[in-house]
């Protein structure tokens, strides 16, 4: 096969190039024909590979980031190549080793709103959703669950895209029987004693890497453990801003600026902690290096591979959300605590037995391999609001995909006020549309004269089922949207959902056993889980509106084994979301579901056994608050004489 690797900057200590070479020299090895395309080559030439430099001709990088990628783009559309492979976020990849934490995520995170007002914003979103929207046919080479999840939160990518790698670590990083000799010539190499404490910051971008709060840890050392410590830091950045701020606390003697280096495995064998505390980490590679070569490691949870300090026992991680305070306190118990020490160093040393630290670059081969058979998507504008999930996009007419959804024809359930609702199927698998038509100034007027929020589309759906979904809620699972227009009352818009097949409403799993019980184990099985969904839906900042029984559906498989209770909650297109909910909001909820239980044989202590898993507090302790479970049995019987007028006018 021809390939064609693409990234931004090669030079040979950085973690992401050192996994670009090994990936490389695998295809390489099999026989592959490989070009490489990036800004620079800071490296000797390497056998049989042709490299090709793109010059800058830009301002700014993220210009020339975006010129780059126009470059690759255009190399895709002239099928050159059999697999184009990206190391970093750019247009016409048909792979990409997601080596960076999502961008998306991050500037959601930034209190800096005028920074969404920057090019360079739209921009690096644009680079990030060429690969990430759903309706991208590129494959991703994840790293980490966590690097999955916020990629998925952030753009709702296809979770078949993704193919999860192993932690890899090169045999150099590994101890061998040259370790203690190469300890020793170290420390005389640079004038330390056995007794000095030897830290490590490893790291290309000082700033990410958080060596800002590494450099104020050190400050907060008591002095005599101060005098003792040797803080070298290693990385290809500039130093000037943190020479500065060490000589502003006075630790400017303990630290050392050694740059970039390829000889890393030198010092973590010489080393007595790897200090690490990032402010974004994708994964961590420079993590696992410390654990295998026997050096305890302070960390941040931001960190993709920090589950492994964990898992191995062999460090301390800080916890979200981050406090400087906790970090100094973290550093001084690492460095006095020699018991501790010795049982990081040996949980360590031990770690590649019982976790699999080979393999990698083997398994990112076979995967570019494989993605040949896969066909090329045509690149596009890829829009926020709107996209259709592969598995469906070639039933719709590519000329006007918009026009040829809101078109749909199916099974009618509901069509109202501008929104119709219906069933259709595709390849044997049904699935539900909502097509959101516009509803009119009429209809708007008339929801706010009654002081509620008028729903013009299917955006707030949308919203709401991926709040469930982070809030890890089981809905319906989304598959399409798309919205068009700015005018409220004209604003036509789309979800589509699969159809949740093989499920039973609560309310009908009553009704339809006519009269006969439902066995006490699986009674309170259902109890607690719905009362569990509530919880968790309301404590995340979300109400439904609209949370009667009859929008529980339990997976059928409950009933051949009660103890695999799975329930989906759904219709949440009147979801309201918020920080903090109101409590008319929640007392609405909690009287729905009262309201549409009423008829199906629950007794008292069915009741108080949803309260007390609803708040998790002792009863004795929750009913003393009599206000608010009074309000509920007010509006429970307000709907109820609601529900019995309606009656009556039906019978007239």
Not at 72 to 98: E, P
Not at 171 to 183: A, C, D, G, V
Not at 280 to 302: D, F, R, S
Not at 551 to 562: R, S, W
Request: charged share 25%; net charge positive; hydrophobic share 40%.
């Amino acid at each position: 096969m021809k390939l064609a690797f693409c990234l931004f900057k090669y030079f040979p200590y950085g973690g992401l190039q050192r996994d670009f070479k090994a990936i490389l020299d695998i295809c390489l090895a099999r026989g592959h024909q490989i070009d490489v395309y990036t800004f620079e080559w800071n490296a000797e030439p390497i056998a049989k590979i042709n490299i090709h430099i793109i010059k800058k001709t830009k301002l700014t990088n993220y210009q020339n980031y975006e010129m780059f990628s126009q470059k690759i783009l255009k190399l895709a559309k002239q099928q050159l190549y059999d697999v184009i492979i990206g190391f970093n976020k750019m247009a016409g990849l048909d792979v990409y080793y997601a080596a960076d934490p999502c961008f998306k995520a991050l500037a959601t995170n930034f209190n800096k709103t005028l920074y969404w007002l920057n090019p360079r914003y739209y921009a690096l979103k644009k680079l990030e959703a060429a690969i990430f929207h759903p309706m991208s046919g590129t494959q991703v080479l994840a790293l980490a669950d966590t690097q999955i999840n916020a990629y998925y939160k952030a753009y709702h990518t296809p979770k078949e895209k993704f193919h999860l790698l192993p932690p890899w670590l090169n045999k150099n990083r590994f101890p061998n029987n040259e370790s203690i000799l190469t300890r020793r010539t170290l420390r005389e190499e640079f004038s330390l004693s056995e007794d000095d404490k030897l830290i490590l910051f490893v790291g290309s971008g000082f700033r990410t890497k958080g060596l800002d709060r590494a450099i104020l840890a050190i400050a907060s050392l008591p002095k005599a453990l101060k005098n003792n410590i040797h803080f070298f830091v290693i990385g290809h950045d500039k130093p000037d801003y943190f020479q500065k701020l060490a000589k502003k606390n006075d630790v400017q003697q303990q630290i050392t600026f050694l740059g970039g280096r390829d000889d890393i495995p030198r010092f973590m064998f010489s080393a007595d902690l790897l200090l690490h505390p990032a402010y974004a980490e994708n994964t961590g590679n420079v993590l696992l290096e410390a654990i295998v070569a026997g050096v305890p490691v302070l960390t941040t949870a931001v960190c993709g591979f920090a589950p492994h300090i964990i898992k191995a026992n062999a460090g301390v991680v800080i916890h979200e959300p981050f406090q400087q305070e906790a970090l100094n306190q973290a550093l001084l118990q690492v460095l006095t605590d020699e018991k501790a020490n010795s049982i990081w160093r040996k949980n360590g040393l031990a770690y590649p037995i019982a976790c699999n630290l080979s393999g990698m670059p083997e398994m990112a081969a076979d995967i570019i391999e494989w993605s040949k058979q896969l066909p090329r998507q045509p690149q596009q504008k890829y829009e926020s609001k709107f996209f259709i999930y592969p598995e469906l996009i070639h039933k719709f007419s590519q000329q006007n995909i918009f026009q040829s959804v809101m078109q749909l024809d199916g099974e009618i359930y509901r069509n109202l006020n501008g929104r119709k609702t219906l069933a259709f199927f595709h390849k044997n698998q049904r699935y539900f549309a909502k097509l959101h038509q516009g509803i009119g100034w009429h209809e708007i007027w008339k929801n706010l004269l009654q002081l509620r929020l008028p729903i013009i589309s299917a955006e707030n759906e949308y919203k709401a089922i991926k709040k469930f979904e982070d809030l890890n809620l089981k809905t319906t699972p989304v598959v399409g949207f798309g919205q068009q227009g700015i005018n409220p009352a004209t604003k036509r818009s789309f979800l589509l959902t699969t159809a949740l097949d093989n499920t039973i409403s609560l309310e009908d799993l009553v009704i339809k056993r006519e009269g006969k019980k439902l066995s006490f184990i699986f009674k309170v099985a259902l109890i607690e889980e719905v009362a569990r969904i509530t919880k968790i839906m309301h404590g995340g900042g979300m109400n439904h509106r609209d949370l009667y029984l009859c929008h529980f559906l339990l997976d059928e498989q409950a009933l051949k084994d009660h103890h695999k209770v799975v329930i989906y909650l759904i219709d949440l297109h009147r979801a309201q979301i918020r920080d903090f909910i109101p409590l008319r909001w929640l007392i609405k909820d909690l009287a729905s579901l009262y309201y549409s239980s009423l008829n199906l044989g629950l007794s008292i202590k069915d009741y108080l056994r949803f309260i007390k898993k609803y708040t998790g507090a002792p009863l004795k302790d929750t009913l003393s608050n009599k206000y608010v479970w009074e309000e509920v049995m007010m509006k429970t019987y307000k709907l109820t004489n609601r529900s019995a007028q309606f009656e009556k006018k039906v019978e007239q």
